[in-house]
């Protein structure tokens, strides 16, 4: 498997569904899975699946002693597996910057130069493809595409992509071209094409006109949550709290958060709204809720990670989010995961298969606004939404998205 | 001889329009005319027309010798009064066969029974009135909505003045019993239930065209063979079934008109009679009492009352909405008086139901969620105009004896403004007798006399008003 982010380094979503696609896959039984990403840092859940960091793999000879690579890289890779990637150079990229030990530098993260990552990350793909013994090839989103295509060129093994999102879903239509290009490449490669919401699956075949007979929908799962999170302790403010949790950007709709909150302040001053989170728009939208004259309700704690994410969540009374477009979306399950009801947009791909959580247009603020109301007044409607909401989540477990990939695999695999 | 006891319900609710909790306090109508004219009219034509329709000429071809009753809620009468009176006019023709049997029901197809009885009796007997009035027909046996049904509910169903009530003959409580007598209530041994045969029934309502049911396809006969193969002792059958079955459920295509219509011919060859429920109490011994301590109803699988109120959704909604009974029943606002009505409705429960998730048969709505987060807001308007007309911090005992001596002087006024047109009237009258009293006999001031020594009495203060008027009067009629 090739993907970029492996917890507990994450950036997004895509690092936590990819290991916990893993995760289950393994729980599947009888597998060995190789996950390579750009930069390991040692701490990562080994358990389940070998990890190979691309920045470990050498792409120019280096003679040095085993000693040399124990101390250097030791901690994240076996010396036994550097030797034999080494012993499986398939060019010479002296060219390029190269450490002391014939590897590339990355950076594991989402760089100015990240289409050099990119390219520089299938090159390693090589030498791993050409080293390792493996029957088929996974890539997670578009960033891995070109080494999957790689992998596949190298070894004539099958290659299924996993698409986690498309340049679609992040631009709001304008997309990039040369992402599009990237894209629409790994899934004319591909053997089969995974989805993670049938809303994806119609981008992939209409936008990028690929024959639907390849694309099939595996929904995203959610790994249960550990004791200790579930147990964080917080204080509660005295008012009610509304959330939304993510990156405050285009795709997420911030907008339309920020309306809806007016509009129940109107009627209710009962109640705090919270944008946990940063990015492009989050200026824009402090000014817009100042302009709606509801700052001193409406709170931008900023980039929440780890445990913080789980304490924000204890503390909230409604999850929200209104994303335009939103090709999976894990956020609402673990809120839900937290006892927290979710008022989710109908163009998240998560709303196709959650059923005790309230779904509304992104723009109808209105429906919104009522939603929130309605959680937030009404005991009945919180205390059936958060207990249905943990049982339904409950079920939806990794070990059942893993088999529906290894039931793909088989398929592809019988050709 | 065995009969059949058919028994149709018809019902529409008054959907709520999307009303959302700003518009609380600003916006007093709650309905979705235009999707409730739709549906009523569509299900009109595809399904209720054709019918009854049906049913006409079922009983004129076999002389009235095929009968069956209808239970209507007064809110259906409603709506076809203003979207479809060509379906009143038939219905009407078919009580004018006087074979069809028109049965009570709640007004509002309210659950008013298990939770406020004297909602629960004024609405049947609201509903009674409506269905005499419309086609003239008085209502003797009662179907309560879903035909929900207790011990407790027995004795006040029989005090009402009917001999007989219809429930599902739930298998938890028959047991071993068979639904095809006519039992007593345990509570009110009076009073007779029939119950209706579960499964003769979803023979017809659901399984008619299912091509995957071993029996597919059911023709008359077959059906008619079935009835007759119960044992003998068992004489009475109550089929029980939404009108819209025929031609809704069971599409037109499906030959569910001709199998309907069918039915006597067979039916005559095997001996088969059909009954009304007032018949079949009538005609019928009860052979057992049947006691039925918890509530039971015709919702699909449990056969309780779990579809309307069986989560914290629908008992807050209940909770919040028969709170107000005692109050709006103190009212003679009309419109807040229909409103109470049309959101008792328990369809708008059956809605916040979440056994079913996102498969809520019939629910306009998407979720169950969106059903409550809709009817509390069009609620708590209810109740804010409640609120409006007699505040909440008078209770309710307080505001009876307030209103009872507001009406006691209402009524009080209203006596004495009838004297004084009485006496102002007299007065007239004795004015031009006594003009002319130069010219006519003597016997018209004798009479002018007597009626002013009862003006006297009652009222001092009435007198000089009303004197004060009588010269104009009299000016007027010289005029």
């Known amino acids: 498997m090739f993907g970029w982010e492996f917890p507990p380094h994450i950036l997004g979503g895509l690092g936590t569904a990819s290991y916990g696609l893993t995760q289950g896959m393994a729980q599947c039984g009888d597998m060995d899975i190789t996950f390579v990403i750009p930069k390991p840092w040692g701490d990562e859940d080994r358990s389940f699946a070998q990890i190979i960091g691309a920045s470990q793999v050498p792409v120019t000879w280096r003679d040095v002693s085993r000693e040399y690579v124990e101390q250097r890289i030791g901690k994240v890779m076996d010396p036994d597996l550097y030797f034999r990637l080494r012993d499986h150079l398939y060019a010479d990229f002296n060219y390029l910057r190269t450490n002391d030990l014939g590897c590339l530098e990355f950076s594991g993260r989402y760089p100015d130069n990240l289409l050099e990552e990119i390219n520089n990350y299938s090159i390693t793909a090589g030498v791993i493809a050409r080293t390792l013994d493996f029957d088929i090839i996974h890539s997670h989103d578009w960033l891995t595409y070109p080494a999957g295509i790689h992998a596949k060129q190298v070894t004539g093994k099958p290659l299924v992509i996993h698409v986690h999102a498309t340049d679609y879903d992040r631009s709001r239509g304008n997309v990039n071209p040369t992402v599009f290009n990237i894209e629409r490449d790994g899934m004319l490669h591909a053997d089969h094409i995974i989805t993670v919401s049938n809303l994806t699956r119609n981008t992939v075949i209409e936008k990028y006109g690929i024959d639907p007979a390849k694309v099939t929908t595996v929904h995203n799962a959610v790994v249960p949550l550990s004791q200790e999170l579930l147990d964080v302790e917080v204080t509660k403010p005295k008012e009610k709290v509304v959330t939304f949790l993510g990156r405050i950007t285009m795709q997420k709709g911030p907008e339309y958060f920020v309306e809806a909150a007016a509009k129940v302040l109107k009627n209710n001053r009962n109640v705090r709204f919270v944008m946990a989170g940063s990015g492009d728009m989050m200026d824009k939208m402090i000014d817009l809720a100042a302009r709606r004259g509801i700052s001193d309700r409406f709170h931008f704690p900023g980039f929440q990670k780890g445990k913080q994410v789980y304490e924000m969540l204890k503390a909230s009374d409604v999850y929200i989010m209104p994303s335009v477009s939103e090709p999976f979306g894990i956020s609402p399950l673990e809120a839900m995961q937290m006892g927290v009801p979710s008022i989710i947009s109908k163009q998240s791909g998560c709303a196709e298969i959650l059923d005790h959580v309230i779904k509304t247009d992104y723009w109808d603020i209105d429906a919104m606004a009522d939603a929130i109301n309605a959680i937030i007044t009404s005991p009945a409607m919180y205390n059936t939404m958060r207990k249905e909401g943990l049982e339904e989540v409950a079920k939806i477990t990794w070990d059942k998205a893993g088999q529906k990939v290894i039931d793909i695999y088989n398929k592809v695999l019988a050709r | 001889m065995k009969a059949v006891c058919f028994n149709f319900e018809i019902h529409q609710p008054f959907r709520l329009k999307r009303y959302r909790f700003f518009d609380i306090g600003n916006d007093h109508y709650y309905y979705d005319d235009f999707l409730n004219d739709d549906i009523a009219e569509r299900i009109v034509h595809q399904s209720y027309i054709p019918a009854a329709e049906t049913l006409l000429r079922m009983i004129e071809q076999t002389k009235g010798a095929f009968r069956c009753s209808l239970a209507i809620s007064g809110e259906a009468i409603e709506q076809f009064e203003q979207y479809a009176p060509e379906f009143n006019d038939l219905l009407r023709k078919l009580a004018d066969t006087g074979k069809v049997e028109f049965l009570a029901t709640p007004y509002a197809h309210s659950l008013a029974s298990l939770i406020d009885p004297e909602e629960f009796r004024n609405q049947v007997k609201v509903q009674c009135e409506k269905v005499k009035e419309t086609y003239g027909a008085t209502p003797k046996v009662l179907r309560n909505t879903e035909l929900i049904y207790s011990d407790e509910l027995a004795p006040q169903i029989l005090a009402m003045g009917f001999k007989g009530v219809l429930t599902e003959g739930a298998k938890h409580i028959l047991g071993w019993k068979s639904p095809d007598y006519v039992y007593s209530a345990a509570s009110a041994p009076q009073l007779k239930v029939l119950m209706r045969n579960a499964k003769l029934s979803d023979d017809i309502a659901s399984r008619f065209s299912d091509t995957s049911w071993a029996e ?11 009835i007759a193969a119960t044992p003998a002792e068992e004489q009475i059958i109550n089929i029980g079934l939404s009108l819209d079955t025929f031609g809704g459920l069971q599409p037109a295509g499906t030959g569910i008109f001709q199998f309907l219509e069918a039915l006597p011919r067979f039916a005559a060859e095997k001996g088969v009679e059909f009954w009304t429920p007032s018949e079949a109490v009538k005609k019928l011994k009860p052979v057992d009492t049947i006691s039925i301590t918890h509530p039971i109803s015709s919702a699909q699988e449990a056969c309780d009352t779990s579809a309307w109120m069986g989560n914290a959704l629908q008992n807050e909604a209940l909770d919040k909405l028969y709170k107000a009974g005692e109050r709006v029943r103190l009212c003679e606002d009309r419109r807040l008086k229909q409103d109470w009505w049309y959101l008792q409705d328990a369809d708008h429960f059956f809605y916040m139901s979440t056994k079913n998730m996102g498969g809520a048969a019939f629910s306009p709505y998407e979720t169950p969620y969106q059903a409550f987060i809709n009817y509390m807001n069009v609620l708590s308007d209810f109740l804010v105009r409640v609120d409006e007309q007699y505040p909440l911090s008078i209770d309710n005992e307080e505001l009876n004896s307030l209103l009872t001596t507001i009406r006691n002087q209402e009524r009080e006024i209203a006596a004495l403004t009838r004297e004084k047109e009485l006496m102002s009237k007299n007065l007239a009258q004795y004015n031009i007798e006594h003009r002319k009293e130069d010219a006519p006999a003597a016997d018209a001031p004798k009479a002018a006399k007597t009626t002013k020594t009862k003006k006297a009495e009652p009222k001092p203060k009435d007198a000089p008003k009303a004197k004060a008027k009588t010269p104009a009067k009299a000016k007027a009629k010289k005029a």
């Open chain 2, 216 to 226: 597919y396809p059911l023709t008359a006969d077959k059906y008619i063979d079935w």
